[in-house]
């Protein structure tokens, strides 16, 4: 069956497509995506095709080990669904932390830390996150902070504040995104939580963090949150 999948990936490659992904996400030498590999296929075509395949963890395994984005966005794609599935739990959590180095594209981390890692530390203890949180690795850092949105999505914001807080003097611009995006997330469901957070640490946001996480206030609010002026009470 794996074999099967690999070939019908490559049937649907478009080289085309496939040179714009690498420009997208910068594959150049010294860039955060260097020397990844893409077959070209649309989101979509990916995913209709993971539903017509079960794969066990030794062949998961083997696609992640592909240096291709959309192997490992299929083999993801098909991990999550098992994990849905198992009642071992655990074991495919266990699995995605032995494969951080394989999670190396912000697509693939977005796609999989939270339905998760996530979702299986919703109930039990968050060292691991802050472990990833204060990783040199940045898909590691990045799984940190997206991982907690399937806290926010039950309402529950402590980790994700306090993730956030460790991340804001991050260097790297695809962790300021992931943080406003979460702080965003927070803010539609308690706007004055977000907003108490904005204002304790304003001075040390990142401008694009900042720009993230108020993306859903109206204009002339964002105006002013942009340029500091705001009530500190």
């Known amino acids: 069956?794996?074999?099967?999948?690999?070939?019908?990936?490559?049937?649907?490659?478009?080289?085309?497509?496939?040179?714009?992904?690498?420009?997208?996400d910068k594959t150049g030498e010294g860039e955060y995506g260097e020397n990844l590999k893409y077959l070209g296929i649309n989101v979509p075509i990916l995913r209709k095709v993971t539903k017509k395949y079960e794969l066990n963890l030794k062949e998961i395994q083997e696609l992640l080990n592909i240096n291709n984005q959309d192997?490992?966005?299929?083999?993801l794609v098909i991990l999550e669904k098992k994990y849905r599935k198992e009642n071992n739990k655990k074991k495919i959590f266990n699995f995605y932390l032995q494969n951080t180095k394989n999670i190396n594209n912000w697509g693939l981390v977005d796609i999989s830390a939270y339905?998760?890692?996530?979702?299986?530390?919703?109930?039990?203890?968050?060292?691991?996150?802050?472990?990833?949180?204060?990783?040199?690795?940045?898909?590691?850092?990045?799984i940190a902070i997206v991982s907690t949105f399937a806290f926010i999505r039950e309402n529950k914001f402590e980790d994700t504040l306090a993730i956030s807080e460790l991340l804001l003097r991050d260097s790297h611009d695809l962790i300021?995104?992931?943080v406003g995006w979460m702080l965003r997330e927070v803010g539609k469901r308690d706007e004055e939580m977000l907003k108490d957070f904005l204002k304790t640490h304003y001075d040390n946001i990142p401008r694009t963090?900042?720009?993230?996480?108020?993306?859903?206030?109206?204009?002339?609010e964002r105006k002013k949150w942009l340029r500091g002026e705001f009530d500190e009470h």
Request: glycine share 2%; charged share 40%.
């Open 209 to 220: 963090t900042l720009r993230y996480a108020i993306e859903k206030f109206e204009e002339n």
């Open 176 to 178: 300021h995104k992931a």
């Open 115 to 142: 339905k998760i890692i996530g979702d299986f530390l919703f109930d039990k203890n968050k060292k691991v996150l802050y472990d990833l949180a204060e990783s040199e690795n940045l898909w590691e850092r990045r």
């Open 1 to 24: 069956m794996l074999e099967q999948l690999k070939e019908e990936l490559y049937s649907l490659a478009d080289p085309e497509k496939a040179e714009l992904a690498k420009r997208f």
């Open 71 to 75: 192997f490992k966005f299929v083999a």
